[in-house]
């Protein structure tokens, strides 16, 4: 891990130095002006390393004010390290308040998961992105994929979904599912498995993405269509359990797979930590 | 001007000039095509016929001269006039390009299928039963069986890459097609089958088409009229066994006398 | 009763508290300065100045320490620490003519102007471990650094051989236009492609020395058509200079140690250009050689298009040698896959069961999810 912060020298309100902060504020109106649209920007070294949320930590670092109650999640959980470390991040810059709560959150940062509580107007959500670019396996050039952003060629992008179905069946992808934003851009909506992708669609909260180490920003405004891309006789689906949450019954969460003995028995929990704790203690409250 | 005029050709290629560095590649070539006419430029390499061919494809930019091609509202447009994403657009609908080399104009690790239905695919087709369907008609009509839909081109002889670039071409129905060597990177063999094919698609389907080749035995069998093409300049053209049967121009001559008679 | 893991934040203080002990070792050993680092450790500080893109080497050797010898960590502890300082201004262009020479060679002419200088150098040593140094004493092997032939004092200024070359016209110059614009900062812009060669430059100035390496080893095995030779390597002092506005004249603030080298290749002429000789230049901080010439095999690989030769090999290809050649970025993305990914996982293990319950027999077929 990185330096720690008894030694640090005075840093500004949320690391970031002002100019920087405007810089990336920019790129931010830029993206919401252009849904969906990846938008270049000048990503900077952070204490964190590339890959493990730093265009997430900078849109974060931008936006946060001293009012701002911030929740962090990775895997739709508070308490994984990665989590614990980006929160700890912004306590020491930042001073702000943090939350587990979901709709106590003004402003939260994921990596790889969408709350299971629908957000509400006001709330900011910030996605933590490894490759922005939906088309990269497909064409590692980024001179080529521009241009094909830029004319709205996307047929690439159906060939490898055909593929998928010529080959198993149907499509093979379940997380960074490709969508279509606002009826113009194909964008990568984070590596979140596919079953969120439906919460992404008219959203009240504005959705933000950073990828620090591919440099680039883009944005989903609130309220914006957000559709799946698909066939109509291969129509988007999202994932089911045949069982429900050992910890609180839920049934419509995304749910974990725990192996709980060495003969592999395995148990499911909700993937989101706040959820399911939430609705056990509704549970406990209405037993007593 | 806005009347759909019945005496404009499809294709109207006026001057052209194009020079890499100080070599001279095409001297002021001009000629018309006309819908349904299959065109063949014959020269020895190093004629400028591919470079010819490039230039009214809109693959690379004439020094001097134009290109038109005749839009749907009947008016001859200037093709480097158009924007980008004009160009594109008519890349992947309206013409088709067939190179000598099928790699070049497939996806080398995408399936049979996939390749013959990319540009319905990028046209906004989103029904992969009907994608499917179309993939099997076209297959079935360049002779490559059907159960190969799935496989790879990678897994293909020559003959059936070529066979596959012609239908992905095909599939949106184009009304111009450019041909650059079509044959000659082909077994003997192999050959007969793709030009026969080749004849019967460009009748049945009415397509206009340029084909390059230094092989007059290709000319004669496909084309309608010919050019002949020496360091650049069209030296002599007019119909087929015309020119085939009759050369005026001594560089003609030469290649016709060259050719050995079976 | 199954319990949902807690207590991250304490496991990662704990981490802390094991790291800390890594990095002190056995404490009957004393405990190691950032000035002997500084002193003794000068081509790992060279490194990691160069990469780091700051020129401090106290800052350098801290990083060392810190991150227990482990460079490229102590590159990303550098860099970090870089992106928090204030920007003053640029410097102008170093005047590399005008250099201190410590050491300077060319392989294009048994001898010229300046003499060839060896200076300090591992060159002519042989590589047996010197057990002498185990017992922390003085080298008795003197003779690894030969007394060269040249004057002792090089010149104040010698001419570079590439300036030689050019008083034929044999080799290719650029002569710098009006209204030249200023090079975009890629510490401050992202890069986008094509990028112009003073933004690769840029890149691989900071670009990881193995990367670099291994691209410009693979020019020299026939993955590229270039025939180099080193015209130049010098290594020493230059000035750096500002030009203040109140003054309108430049003033030098200091002195930086750098190695440069300007590689030398074939060109056979174009239908409008002569035949003549083309360059690839490299430049780092301290005393850099390996990463110096590696950089002006890969910038002269860079420069096909523009020289009209054909691309080939990854060394030619811009976006592929510049987009890793971030140790950082790829070091970062690397280990980014030790995090938790197992919501992600999940969803692959549920699609593999389900491809397999569909078609048992074809799962030897299949290729798999990728």
Redesign the interface.
Known sequence: MSASYETAPEVNFAYLDERTKRMIRRSILKAIAIPGYQVPFGSREMPLPYGWGTGGIQVTASVIGPEDMLKVIDQGSDDTVNAVNIRRFFERTAGVNTTTRTHEATLIQTRHRIPEKPLVEGQIIVYQVPVPEPMQRLEPREAETRTLHGLAEYGLMHVKLYEDIARYGHIATTYDYPVMVNHRYIMSPSPNPKFDNPKMHMNPALQLFGAGREKRIYAVPPYTSVESLAFEDHPFEIQKWPVACTQCGATDSFLDEIITDDSGSRMHVCSDSDYCQTRQDEQSSVAT | MSQSDQSLPLLRVQSLVKSYGDRVAIHEASFDLWPGEVMAVVGESGSGKSSLLNVIAARTQPDAGQVEYLNHNGQLENIYTMTQAQQRLLSRTEWGFVHQNAADGLRMDVSAGANVCERLMGLGERHYGRLRQTAEHWLHRVEIDISRMDDTPRTFSGGMRQRLQIARNLVTQPRLVFMDEPTSGLDVSVQARVLDLLRQLTRKMQLAVVIVTHDLAVARLLADRMMVMQHGRIVESGLTDQVLDDPQHPYTQLLVSSVLQP | M?V??????T??LN??KM?AEQRRGNTDYLELSVEQICQQLKLSVDRVMTEGSVYDPELAALAIK?ASGDLIEAI??L??Y???L?RIGNTCALDTARMQLDRRISATFKDLPGGQVLGPTYDYTQRLLDFTLLANSQSERTESSPKTSAPSMPPEQVPRVVDLLNQEGLIETFTCPAHDPDPIDL????????ADRATRLQNLARGDEGFLLAMAYSTQRGYSHTHPFVGEVRLGQVAIEIEPEELGFAISIGDIDITECEMVNQFAG???EPPQFTRGYGLAFGHSERKAMAMSLVDRALRADELGEAIESPAQMQ?FVL?HSDS??A??????LK??????F??????VRK?RE??PAEHAH??G??
């Open positions: 199954y949902a893991v807690k207590g991250g934040e496991a990662i981490t802390y790291l810190q990303f502890l860099r970090a870089r992106s928090t204030p510490t401050r812009e992202p890069l986008r492609f094509p174009s239908k409008t976006e987009s950082l970025e070091s970062g993305f690397v280990q980014h995090l938790p990914h197992y919501v992600d999940q969803s692959e293990l549920e699609l491809m569909n078609n299949s290729q999810p990728t």
